[in-house]
């Protein structure tokens, strides 16, 4: 089974802080990517990543940057919280072969900016 | 526990009924379409997924629907179990990639005893 691996469950910085919220995961595979959840709004992608070193920008990429320097590892960074930051964060990844294939999430981190 | 989402529709059924939960989408162009579950505190589940050259497959105590005619697509749970309460939401995707999925905002399914 693929496993996504994301360090914390839950997290409580303050704003002005910077934040990094990290991602493993242990099945090869190509993309990664960075959501996150707030009710009623569904899913929103902030950033993905199809290749280590390459990251492309989601729905939401505004506050936020990812760095992914080897390829099972995606990392979230809040460069400066703000209290709009908090929020579930999901990291999914998937591979793209053969082509159409599910993204698989980690359990979520709940980050909570004071 | 965590609240995916508050303000989600809400499917209550008695267990050991079959649930039905359904998905409208809106891009012509999706051809793989997921669903997934998510349990409190948890992240989403795959469940199972369809191609768009399918209207029907079947999974373990799930089938997955899809009519491409009007953009709609639902999940069958059959002899619901109390392990089934749960968000359920569906992703649809035109991109071979997988890379940009939309999803769905949920249903909350609840199993009465």
């Known amino acids: 089974d693929v496993k996504v691996t994301q360090s914390s469950r839950y997290l409580v910085k303050r704003t002005g802080e910077k934040v990094f919220l990290e991602c493993v995961q242990d099945?090869?595979?190509?993309?990664m990517f960075w959501y996150r959840q707030d009710p009623g709004l569904g899913l929103r992608l902030i950033y993905f990543s199809y290749d280590v070193k390459m990251k492309e920008k989601g729905d939401i990429p505004e506050g936020y940057s990812v760095s992914r320097e080897k390829k099972e590892r995606f990392s979230l960074i809040l460069e400066s919280a703000s209290t709009n930051q908090t929020s579930m964060y999901l990291c999914?990844?998937?591979?793209?072969?053969?082509?159409?294939?599910?993204?698989?999430f980690g359990d979520g981190t709940r980050l909570s900016i004071l | 526990g965590e609240s995916v989402g508050l303000h989600l529709p809400t499917l209550s059924v008695q267990e050991g009924d079959n649930s039905i939960i359904n998905c409208a989408y809106s891009n012509s162009a999706s051809d793989y379409f997921i669903w997934y579950k998510q349990e409190s505190g948890k992240g989403p589940q795959f469940i199972i997924d369809i191609r768009s050259n399918m209207d029907k497959r079947q999974g373990q105590r799930v089938t997955v629907l899809l009519n491409k005619t009007v953009k709609h697509l639902s999940l069958q749970i059959a002899a619901t179990q109390p392990g089934d309460s749960a968000v359920y939401f569906c992703a649809e995707t035109g991109d071979n990639y997988g890379q940009n999925f939309v999803f769905g905002p949920g249903t909350r399914l609840s199993v009465l005893p």
């Open positions: 099945m090869d595979h190509e993309n």
């Open positions: 999914a990844s998937s591979t793209d072969s053969p082509f159409n294939q599910p993204q698989h």
